[in-house]
């Protein structure tokens, strides 16, 4: 069974995946931190790459483009315990691009691993957050479902209706004072805009739950009412 303290991996004590040995020494490979994912996240070149159809049979243009410069600069540094980038030239570095040793090639390899591993957490991530949205959505419609019931059932009594009567009043003083606030707020803006030479812009203020809750009820009501 797996420790859940084992499962840590900090940026001042990476854990090694893979050890490469060269001809000048042992090359490490590290698994990626939630910083170093964040980062491949953010490659566009990468995420490019990946959304793009890929109907070509050339090698070369099917391969991750994983050798560019600029992921060699800003990657191997992260993914790997290779030093002294910051004292080549762009030339430089991809003239050892374009010849590399048999070490080299298999640290590509690797890391292009851990770039297929991350834009796979980027597709599971996604999928979570479709997953989510449509949850909230069957939500959503329970609730207005709930509600059309509810003031169906209570339009029938006139117990039931003065509730609604007195909920649709406390609505209607609930917004005129939201109106008040927002009027109030959009005349401190445009006042502090003008003092700052600034262009003033709309304010955009978000109900509560309660808030849309009561003028959903509200609305029912007056569907009832008509």
Do not use: C, W
């Amino acid at each position: 069974m797996v420790q859940f303290k084992s499962l840590i991996n900090e940026e001042s004590n990476k854990k090694i995946i893979a050890t490469i040995q060269s001809p000048t020494g042992p090359i490490n490979i590290f698994e990626p931190t939630a910083s170093d994912v964040a980062a491949i996240m953010n490659m566009h070149e990468l995420v490019d790459y990946f959304n793009r159809e890929n109907d070509s049979k050339d090698k070369e243009d099917t391969e991750i483009p994983i050798t560019g410069i600029r992921v060699v600069r800003e990657l191997y540094p992260l993914l790997t315990d290779i030093t002294d980038f910051d004292d080549l030239s762009d030339e430089e570095i991809q003239k050892v691009i374009d010849n590399p040793t048999e070490a080299l090639m298999t640290v590509n390899a690797y890391v292009n691993r851990v770039i297929y591993r991350t834009y796979t957490l980027m597709i599971l991530t996604y999928m979570s957050n479709l997953q989510l949205q449509h949850m909230e959505n069957l939500v959503a419609d329970v609730n207005e479902k709930t509600l059309d019931m509810i003031v169906e059932s209570a339009s029938k009594t006139d117990e039931g209706r003065e509730a609604l009567e007195n909920l649709k009043k406390s609505t209607d003083a609930l917004q005129e004072q939201q109106r008040e606030i927002n009027e109030k707020d959009v005349l401190e803006d445009e006042k502090l805009a003008k003092e700052n030479s600034e262009a003033s812009s709309n304010k955009v203020i978000q109900m509560s739950y309660k808030e849309r809750l009561e003028n959903q009820i509200k609305g029912k009501f007056e569907d009832v009412d008509q």
